[in-house]
Every structure is written in structure tokens, then in C-alpha cells.
């Protein structure tokens, strides 16, 4: 039986296909969160910032700039051979909670100002998410940093060229956090009911949106639009707290908290902040949406069970 992801443990998520975990998530009835870290991030004496996030009530860890070809893992224990090479598996034993990472849908004809560029192992590729499934990822988000120039019409090709190239073997998320430097797709106009319909055609399970407060022009009943129309298309649906909002006060986290459950979202994304996660922050979004016993069990829980 599939436990809910707020009460599983680590033997549970090694046992859970991809299907049982978007049940796992549904059966938490708003209540999972997940916490972006970035890879480097700075870490507290030699601890992975994925550890951070789970140590302070984090369900799911998803990696930021993670490099497929070149896997760049802070805190992990050193390695003593070639075998002991970082892999998320690795990450995954050791937090304790299912690790994913981003992997951007460029859109090189995407007008952005100051573009930044994407390494070749952290765009959205077969290539890159097969070896992602090697490594020990259990979800990947199709999403783009600020300036990549991510598209919505990239993204809905991306999840179908991935869904073809992994089937069911992890989840698949798709959508904007913010406008990714494409002015067209910003603010209330980052993403319409055509293209939720166009992820769920390509093989998305969890969509994803800003969480009211974040970008300019969402408040909760823009979310709850996009929350029902992915819900009408046989998707989940994520409200992301990005864009350093996520480095506010504890008032205004527990505010987007609750007005992302409001809205109907199944899971929460809480950021990095600048690659400097705040571990009071992920707390106070974590008891905020599932109280101090769910997230108290998940920071004192081993990750040997």
C-alpha cells in the first residue's frame, strides 16, 4: 500500500515507481513540500544542502544547476574510487527524501535580454534525463533560471521528447516558476489554459506555477484557475515560491503557504533563495502547510528507515 509522501521513509521511496509517488503525493492532500537547493550551495561542515532541506522538513529535494555530464555535488562523502563518482543516489540515501533535478528547455530563438547560457548537461535532452535515471533521480521539473530563455512551447516539446525516451520511470513536472527572461510569457501571462492542455497532451504529471505573491499579478485566485484547469486535464499541480521571495520574512512564507493550499495546489516548492537556502524558511513553509507533527516527524525521521 502507498503511504502518503508527508508519513513515507526512505525504504519507502526506494520501493515506489513513479506512478506510486504521484499517489503518494495526491494522498498528502496539500500538504508535501518540496525544497530547492542549489548543488554547491554553501553547506554546513561538509553536509549536502539537500540534507539541510530534508533535516528541516523538506518531503522531496529538487537540485538547481545540477550537471548531468558533470555532477556537481557539494558535502557528499569523499570519494574513494572511480565507482564512488557523486550520484543522486548517493544524495538520496543520505537526506533521506526522493531527489529530482531542472533540466531547461532552451528556446534559442527566445528574445531575452542578456541571455545566460545553459550548460549542455543541464538542458532538457533524452540524453540528460536517461542519465538522470541512472543517477538515482526520482522526478525531473522541465523549468528554466532567470535569463535562460524557457519557453512554454519548449517545455511541451521537452516533455514529450522525455516521456518517450524514460516511460514511467520517474515523474515528469513542467512549467514556469517566472518568465525565464521571456517578457511575452510573464506576470498573469506566464502560462495560459492552451498550454496547461499542451503539458498534460505531452506526457506531464505535475504542472507547475508561481505561488500567489511571487510574480507580479498572481494572487490566489489566478492560481486556483491554473490549479483546477490542470486538474481538468489529469494533472497535478505545484505552486512554486521562487524569484528570492522565498528569502522573506517567516510572515509572508506562511502567507504564500496557505494561500498556495487555498488554491488547491497538491505540492509545494519552496526555493533556494540565491543558491543560499534559509532553513528557518523551510520550516516555517513546511508547519505552515502540514503542521509541527508532520513536519517535526520528517526532520527527526533517520534516513536508515
Same mark, same amino acid.
Given at each position: 500500500?502507498?503511504? !502518503?509522501?508527508?508519513?513515507?521513509?526512505?525504504? =519507502?521511496?526506494?520501493?515506489? +515507481?513513479?506512478?506510486?509517488?504521484?499517489?503518494?503525493?495526491?494522498?498528502?492532500?496539500?500538504?508535501?513540500?518540496?525544497?530547492?537547493?542549489?548543488?554547491?550551495?554553501?553547506?554546513?561542515?561538509?553536509?549536502?544542502?539537500?540534507?539541510?532541506? #530534508?533535516?528541516?522538513? *523538506? =518531503?522531496?529535494?529538487?537540485?538547481?544547476?545540477?550537471?548531468?555530464?558533470?555532477?556537481?555535488?557539494?558535502?557528499?562523502?569523499? #570519494?574513494?574510487?572511480?565507482?564512488?563518482?557523486?550520484?543522486?543516489?548517493?544524495?538520496? =540515501?543520505?537526506?533521506?527524501?526522493?531527489?529530482?533535478?531542472?533540466?531547461?528547455?532552451? =528556446?534559442?530563438? *527566445?528574445?531575452?535580454?542578456?541571455?545566460?547560457?545553459?550548460?549542455?548537461?543541464?538542458?532538457?535532452?533524452?540524453?540528460?534525463?536517461?542519465?538522470?535515471?541512472?543517477?538515482?533521480?526520482?522526478? $525531473?521539473?522541465? +523549468?528554466?533560471?532567470?535569463? +535562460?530563455?524557457?519557453?512554454?512551447?519548449?517545455?511541451?516539446?521537452?516533455?514529450?521528447?522525455?516521456?518517450?525516451?524514460?516511460?514511467?520511470?520517474?515523474?515528469?513536472?513542467?512549467?514556469?516558476?517566472?518568465?525565464?527572461?521571456?517578457?511575452?510569457?510573464?506576470?498573469?501571462?506566464?502560462?495560459?489554459?492552451?498550454? $496547461?492542455?499542451?503539458?498534460?497532451?505531452?506526457?506531464?504529471? %505535475?504542472?507547475?506555477?508561481?505561488?500567489?505573491?511571487?510574480?507580479?499579478?498572481?494572487?490566489?485566485? %489566478?492560481?486556483?484557475?491554473? %490549479?483546477?484547469? *490542470?486538474?481538468?486535464?489529469?494533472?497535478?499541480?505545484?505552486?512554486?515560491?521562487?524569484? *528570492?521571495?522565498?528569502?522573506?520574512?517567516?510572515?509572508?512564507?506562511?502567507?504564500?503557504?496557505?494561500?498556495?493550499?487555498? #488554491?488547491?495546489?497538491?505540492?509545494?516548492?519552496?526555493?533556494?533563495?540565491?543558491?543560499?537556502?534559509?532553513?528557518?524558511?523551510?520550516? #516555517?513553509?513546511? $508547519?505552515?502547510? !502540514?503542521?509541527?507533527?508532520? +513536519?517535526?516527524?520528517?526532520?527527526?525521521?533517520?534516513?536508515?528507515?
Amino acid at each position: 500500500m502507498v503511504k !502518503k509522501l508527508i508519513e513515507a521513509f526512505r525504504s =519507502d521511496f526506494e520501493n515506489m +515507481t513513479g506512478r506510486d509517488m504521484l499517489e503518494s503525493i495526491s494522498l498528502a492532500e496539500g500538504r508535501a513540500v518540496m525544497a530547492e537547493v542549489g548543488p554547491e550551495q554553501r553547506n554546513l561542515g561538509g553536509i549536502t544542502s539537500a540534507e539541510i532541506a #530534508a533535516a528541516f522538513g *523538506a =518531503d522531496m529535494v529538487v537540485l538547481n544547476t545540477y550537471d548531468t555530464i558533470n555532477p556537481n555535488l557539494t558535502g557528499l562523502p569523499q #570519494a574513494t574510487s572511480q565507482r564512488d563518482k557523486p550520484t543522486l543516489t548517493q544524495v538520496r =540515501d543520505l537526506a533521506g527524501v526522493p531527489i529530482g533535478l531542472n533540466l531547461e528547455p532552451v =528556446d534559442p530563438s *527566445a528574445v531575452v535580454q542578456e541571455k545566460l547560457g545553459v550548460p549542455e548537461g543541464r538542458k532538457a535532452s533524452a540524453q540528460n534525463a536517461l542519465r538522470a535515471v541512472e543517477q538515482g533521480a526520482s522526478f $525531473i521539473c522541465l +523549468t528554466g533560471n532567470p535569463r +535562460t530563455g524557457v519557453t512554454n512551447a519548449t517545455i511541451k516539446g521537452s516533455l514529450a521528447e522525455l516521456r518517450k525516451a524514460v516511460g514511467d520511470k520517474l515523474i515528469l513536472m513542467g512549467g514556469k516558476m517566472h518568465s525565464a527572461g521571456v517578457t511575452i510569457e510573464a506576470g498573469a501571462h506566464i502560462v495560459s489554459g492552451s498550454d $496547461i492542455a499542451g503539458f498534460a497532451e505531452a506526457g506531464c504529471d %505535475v504542472a507547475m506555477f508561481p505561488a500567489p505573491g511571487s510574480v507580479p499579478g498572481i494572487d490566489e485566485a %489566478v492560481l486556483r484557475n491554473w %490549479v483546477n484547469n *490542470a486538474h481538468e486535464n489529469g494533472m497535478l499541480a505545484m505552486s512554486c515560491l521562487d524569484l *528570492a521571495i522565498e528569502g522573506s520574512d517567516l510572515d509572508t512564507i506562511r502567507r504564500i503557504a496557505l494561500c498556495s493550499k487555498m #488554491a488547491g495546489a497538491d505540492l509545494s516548492h519552496i526555493g533556494d533563495a540565491g543558491f543560499n537556502l534559509f532553513p528557518d524558511n523551510v520550516m #516555517a513553509y513546511c $508547519i505552515a502547510l !502540514k503542521g509541527k507533527y508532520h +513536519t517535526y516527524r520528517r526532520m527527526a525521521a533517520s534516513p536508515a528507515r
